[in-house]
């Protein structure tokens, strides 16, 4: 018997796969699902252009920081590889001579210990991702760069600066569509699925119209046709390959094999993501040679409900976005069967020196 004031059950990660498979599949054409929605979305983007405009005439605030700011975001919702590409970015800058640090609105993280998730806070080495998100601990692990997490993206930006005053670029890793903080240089990160049918949301998959203005463009997949070029409205993106030839163990970082080397007649495989888009991780793996079972999960799935306990496998591969998160939990840390493959953005470098020139000018703090 159901009883009167029960709570709805939240729905389980193998539901929400489903559901974003569903709509995933919907948005990448034009057919009765994606046609049914297609008034909500003509609702939703006079809504976000009259939220563009109260910006631009200030009828909202909107804050400026004493250096230059460059977003990296995307306008189709999910992932499309935004903490590798802010990661090359912070590398290349630092490379360049420039102090980056990054702000963020911390995805993923709660506070984790009661606090208000409203401030800025600051992303050290005992963070958890829990306080702080999985994508800005990853992005301070690799980088070493101060990041500084907070929903006031102005507000994180001028907790960084106070505490790391040498700092001279911030780089705010997703926030395109936060206003609220004035920008010097917007990145726009598509994918290989382009701009899917083309379609604000709920009909689609973007949140703002490919037409949209950005200062660059950047494709993240394997291939830059013409025809993906013309699909995210920019004839010359740059391109961006995600690389990961290597797996390391999550209790033993320094162990290290070719990710080649585990196609072995016997050795049972599995591939765990909790990304935005599972299927670009499992298709590196495929590409690779490995035969993998697939256990997609819901993007920053925090993995405390340990869903890989009854996998049938000797080897567990995931992303380093789930492994910052598994190596926090006691009953995971330890289990050799779980190796991370590290990836690593490569890029042409003349967008580096693009980033450059086109925050040259602006008075540094």
Not at 311 to 329: F, G, R
Not at 356 to 365: P, Q, T
């Amino acid at each position: 018997m159901t009883h009167m004031g029960s709570a709805t059950p939240a729905p389980t990660p193998a539901q929400q796969t489903t559901l974003e498979s569903t709509l995933t599949r919907a948005w990448q054409r034009r057919g009765p699902l994606a046609c049914a929605l297609w008034p909500l979305s003509l609702l939703f983007r006079a809504l976000s252009a009259l939220r563009r405009l109260l910006f631009r005439a200030g009828w909202l605030a909107s804050h400026r920081l004493p250096v230059p700011v460059v977003v990296v975001g995307n306008i189709f919702i999910g992932g499309t590889g935004k903490t590798p590409l802010t990661i090359w970015l912070v590398q290349a800058l630092q490379q360049a001579g420039m102090r980056p640090g990054v702000i963020s609105r911390g995805h993923g993280g709660d506070g984790g210990d009661g606090s208000d998730g409203d401030t800025a806070r600051a992303v050290t080495a005992a963070s958890t991702a829990q306080q702080v998100g999985d994508e800005p601990l990853l992005i301070a692990q690799r980088t070493g760069c101060p990041v500084v997490v907070g929903r006031d993206r102005a507000a994180a930006g001028r907790a960084l600066l106070a505490a790391h005053p040498d700092t001279d670029i911030l780089l705010t890793d997703d926030g395109l569509q936060h206003y609220a903080l004035q920008r010097d240089v917007e990145i726009i990160l598509f994918d290989g699925r382009g701009a899917g049918n083309g379609w604000l949301l709920p009909a689609g998959p973007l949140r703002e119209p490919r037409s949209r203005r950005r200062d660059v463009t950047v494709v993240n997949a394997p291939e830059l046709t013409p025809a993906l070029a013309r699909a995210v409205g920019d004839p010359a993106p740059f391109q961006m390959r995600l690389v990961g030839d290597m797996a390391e163990q999550l209790c033993d970082r320094a162990r290290k094999v070719p990710l080649a080397s585990l196609a072995q007649p016997g050795l049972r495989l599995a591939a765990v993501a909790g990304i935005g888009n599972p299927s670009r991780f499992f298709g590196m793996l495929r590409a690779a040679g490995l035969d993998c079972t697939e256990l997609p999960l819901p993007d920053h799935h925090d993995f405390r409900d340990r869903p890989f306990d009854g996998l049938a496998a000797d080897v567990i591969l995931m992303t380093e976005k789930d492994a910052v998160k598994c190596a926090q939990i006691d009953e995971l840390k330890d289990d050799p069967r779980l190796w991370v493959v590290p990836v690593t953005a490569r890029i042409d470098a003349a967008l580096a020196g693009l980033i450059v020139e086109k925050c040259r000018g602006r008075k540094i703090a």
